[in-house]
T-cell receptor, first 113, second 111 residues
Framework: GDSVTQMEGPVTLSEEAFLTINCTYT??????LFWYVQYPGEGLQLLLK?????DKGSNKGFEATYRKETTSFHLEKGSVQVSDSAVYFC????????????FGKGTKLSVIP | EAGVTQFPSHSVIEKGQTVTLRCDPI?????LYWYRRVMGKEIKFLLH????????ESGMPNNRFLAERTGGTYSTLKVQPAELEDSGVYFC?????????FGPGTRLTVL
């Protein structure tokens, strides 16, 4: 079945460091791919998405490119801030009438001043 | 505009008891979803309502779980009787189209 694998955390970075969180997927067909973020005490928020191969999703300085050849959707940010501390989830949706999201386990990011 | 709300935020019950979780979606969102995250595992899909109808309940683990959505508005998820392995965080989400908006979750602990 379909699945998402993302790098285990926690990840601790200094402010202004470069961030990469790896995400790979296994799915039949051509899924849509998502990154969700959960700040402490809040629900998951959609951070960015990509719906087809080579699409780049971007938001708040974060980027991820849908790589069909490597089945990957790695999250990157050039300079993290303390306010980026959160749990990040990679997810996919197979479409074709299904709305369910398949998530990875989540990666906790802590950014220290 | 109010977001997705869930009640209670935490619930601690004993094995064999019944618990009912509530979700209020964003007004106007016909789609409502339940997900669950067991400790250390992925967030797993449970089911999807369109208005008051169950569109997809392929993720419901067993018949101890009963989800309802009264009049296509709020939804409840009842666990009866609760087992230890039901502990986790239960998330509700709603959508108008494809972007799902999540609530903060209900943390359920079964002792």
């Amino acid at each position: 079945g379909d699945s998402v694998t993302q790098m285990e955390g926690p990840v601790t970075l200094s402010e202004e460091a470069f961030l990469t969180i790896n995400c790979t997927y296994t799915a039949t067909g051509y899924p849509s791919l998502f990154w969700y973020v959960q700040y402490p005490g809040e629900g998951l928020q959609l951070l960015l998405k990509a719906t087809k191969a080579d699409d780049k999703g971007s938001n708040k300085g974060f980027e991820a490119t849908y790589r069909k050849e490597t089945t990957s959707f790695h999250l990157e940010k050039g300079s993290v801030q303390v306010s980026d501390s959160a749990v990040y989830f990679c997810a996919l949706n197979l479409g074709a009438g299904s709305y369910q999201l398949t998530f990875g386990k989540g990666t906790k990011l802590s950014v220290i001043p | 505009e109010a977001g997705v709300t869930q009640f209670p935020s935490h619930s601690v019950i004993e094995k064999g008891q019944t618990v009912t979780l509530r979700c209020d979606p964003i007004s106007g969102h016909d789609n409502l979803y339940w997900y669950r995250r067991v400790m250390g595992k992925e967030i797993k899909f449970l089911l999807h309502f369109v208005k008051e109808s169950k569109q997809d309940e392929s993720g419901m683990p067993n018949n101890r779980f009963l989800a309802e959505r009264t009049g296509g508005t709020y939804s409840t998820l009842k666990v009866q009787p609760a087992e230890l392995e039901d502990s986790g965080v239960y998330f509700c989400a709603s959508s108008f189209y494809d972007e799902q908006f999540f609530g903060p979750g209900t943390r359920l602990t079964v002792l």
